[in-house]
């Protein structure tokens, strides 16, 4: 039987509630109601695991070992990836500089226009966020960077 997750707070103290509506309801907007990875998908015409792959080598080379672990998945699943990424033309194998046993993935100029494109849609706020009184944002805004610290 699996356990509930421990908190320092008691189950039933009305902040633990709160914070667990609060929760609850930030799933739904982020995964149910306003999930922008099916948008992303559809428009660049691949699964968000290969989006995914796409943004964590944007910012520069790494080796398929890198990818899968900042992935989370396992070596021979990221390399099924990247093999489409690079059926696509999206990324491109090079030997690695310093270990010429290993090779780095990194992303050609139409990969990367394709990881932007993939991050810009993404990070497009729902209308119904955009519609709230400015104050309400910026509140938010504020919640949101205190639990990312």
Known sequence: MERPHQTNQPVNDATTQTATRAWQGLHTLLLERHNRRKEAADALGMSFSRIRALRRIAPGPLTLRDLAQRMSTDPPYTTIIVDDLVRRGFAE??????????KLVRLTEEGKAAAHHATTILATPPDNLLALPRKDIETLDRVVTRLLS
């Open 93 to 102: 194998r090079t030997t690695h500089p310093i270990d010429r046993r290993s």
